[in-house]
């Protein structure tokens, strides 16, 4: 009988791990994951500093260090654009390197990883039981926008983006940025090329599935790609396509022994597709909750992640959902662009709200609706 089983090692599911153990370093944890680390995962690989302070308080220190930061982010959509430094710098450190040192600090405090795929879970009344096998006393899904703990749970899922990475040479014009370059037509759609500052970016395009419009094709991705920033194709390698369940309006998680966390929580910034943040926090503070509810003798830790969780994001959620249903309209997307341009708080603000958990300030939105 494990005291938690955490399905899923990526940023959330180690965080879940780091969390627990961090309250209680003689806990029982075990870390699923159907992949042998280190192993790729499609993503953007921006890693916000916010990231690092939350990872700080649970004694994970300096695991990018050898990772060049970036400071400069760009933004455009069409002839519109800013381009300024960052209060503070972002890393892009690809996920084969972050995840697998993320496991290896939650192994270090005391979990334990497995290589298993996970089929489904069966809640009783006092554990949990994994694929009919292994028994817990409280499970977190960190299992990813396809997350099987979720599917047992009956979370319907929300809104979700399609979207394509892959590697390829940085050039002389983006280098040491984080660019995003908006579409042309409905909004989410964008390009990105983030420079890893080893002479390699991660690129890719994405844009949000709706029933209006045809579910785009490889190709279309790619010659979305290309038109918005035009060379970032080439000799790329490592393409790979993948889904992000974006946030909306609201999230609660449910009471009881499991709990959901990062891309499994459907927790994807819709303005940006940053998730890494969400996922680091929402598993920590998951983590925590089970930790707290086995000091109590309770069942129940879904209840104070619920609370915890609330206090962190909501108000934050909210406002990244209005944002992103303001910047459908391409005269406020230019207009918060512009504004952006011209006064370095403005430009911070939208920064916040992308990449963290910032909020939607006064003169943010005086900037979006005038």
């Not at 047992?152 to 940025?177: C, F, K, N, Q, W």
């Not at 946030?247 to 609660?252: A, K, P, V």
């Not at 940053?274 to 089970?290: D, W």
């Not at 249903?325 to 997307?333: D, G, P, Y």
Request: charged residues 20%; hydrophobic residues 45%.
């Amino acid at each position: 009988m494990w005291d938690l089983v955490v399905v899923g090692a990526g940023p959330a599911g180690a965080s879940a791990a780091l969390g627990a153990l961090a309250v209680d370093p003689g806990l029982s944890v075990l870390l699923l994951d159907r992949h042998e680390f280190p192993r790729d995962k499609a993503c953007g690989d921006g890693i916000a500093p916010h990231v690092f302070d939350l990872l700080a308080e649970v004694g994970v220190t300096g695991i990018v260090d050898d990772w060049t930061p970036v400071r400069r982010f760009t933004l455009t959509r069409g002839p519109v654009g800013v381009d300024r430094d960052m209060a503070r710098p972002n890393w892009v450190v690809p996920r084969t390197v972050f995840d697998q040192r993320l496991a290896e600090a939650a192994q270090a405090a005391g979990a334990d990883l497995i290589r298993r795929r996970v089929r489904g879970i069966r809640v009783a009344k006092d554990f949990i039981t994994v694929d009919g096998e292994l028994e817990a006393r409280f499970v977190v899904g960190a299992d990813g926008a396809h997350s099987v703990v979720r599917r047992d749970l009956g979370v319907p899922p929300g809104p979700v983006a399609l979207a394509i990475r892959g590697y390829a040479p940085t050039p002389p014009e983006r280098a040491a940025s984080q660019v995003i370059a908006y579409g042309p037509g409905r909004q989410p759609s964008y390009a990105w090329s983030f420079d890893r500052g080893d002479g390699w970016s991660n690129v890719g395009y994405g844009e949000q599935l709706t029933a209006s419009r045809p579910r785009p094709t490889r190709a279309d991705l790619l010659a979305h790609l290309e038109e918005l920033l035009p060379g970032a194709t080439d000799g790329g390698k490592s393409w790979w396509g993948h889904h992000l369940p974006l946030s909306s309006w609201f999230w609660r998680p449910q009471s009881g022994p499991v709990m959901l966390a990062g891309d499994a929580a459907g927790l994807i910034n819709p303005m940006t597709g940053e998730g890494i943040y969400y996922a680091v926090a929402t598993g920590l503070l998951a983590g925590r909750a089970v930790a707290e509810a086995l000091h109590d003798n309770s069942t129940d830790a879904g209840t104070s992640y619920r609370r915890q969780t609330r206090r962190l994001l909501a108000k934050h959620l909210r406002h990244t959902a209005l944002t992103a249903q303001l910047t459908r309209s391409a005269r406020v997307l230019d207009a918060g662009i512009r504004a952006a341009a011209n006064d370095q708080a403005i430009f911070d603000d939208l920064v916040e709200l992308g990449l963290a958990d910032g909020l939607i300030t006064g003169r943010l939105l005086r900037s979006l609706v005038v």
